[in-house]
């Protein structure tokens, strides 16, 4: 059984800059897509950004790129999430998630979640 847990959400003003974690645990055999998703209130779970796990390739969602960066600590089995310049918009749950073989998009082909940690961002 893999479990996944999240921390490091917060508030924030806009502009600054706050770093989720992601702690990795269970058996995992094969290669397996990392990643972060968020859901705002009112509006569907969306993804922000994921990773193959032996970095082959990485995905940003538009709304992030060039301001937040995802990384993941294979000694330590940790995904980050770094998020800069941040906005009111990015204001939700983010949710660490992991899924076996390819990365996608879709939230529906998540095998496992983790169970969120909460960022606001104030105007």
């Known amino acids: 059984q893999v479990q996944l847990v999240e921390s490091g959400g917060g508030s924030v003003q806009a502009g600054g800059s706050l770093t989720l974690s992601c702690a990795v645990s269970g058996n995992i055999y094969s290669t397996y897509c990392l990643g972060w998703f968020r859901q705002a209130p009112g509006k569907e779970r969306e993804r922000v950004a994921n990773r193959y796990s032996d970095g082959f390739a990485i995905y940003y969602a538009d709304s992030v790129e060039g301001r937040f960066t995802i990384s993941h600590d294979n000694a330590k089995n940790t995904l980050y999430l770094e998020m800069n310049s941040l906005k009111p918009e990015d204001t939700a749950m983010y949710y660490c998630?992991?899924?076996?073989?390819?990365?996608?998009?879709?939230?529906?082909?998540?095998?496992?979640w983790g169970q969120g940690t909460q960022v606001t961002v104030s105007s």
């Open positions: 998630a992991l899924k076996r073989a390819g990365c996608s998009v879709a939230t529906s082909l998540v095998e496992y």
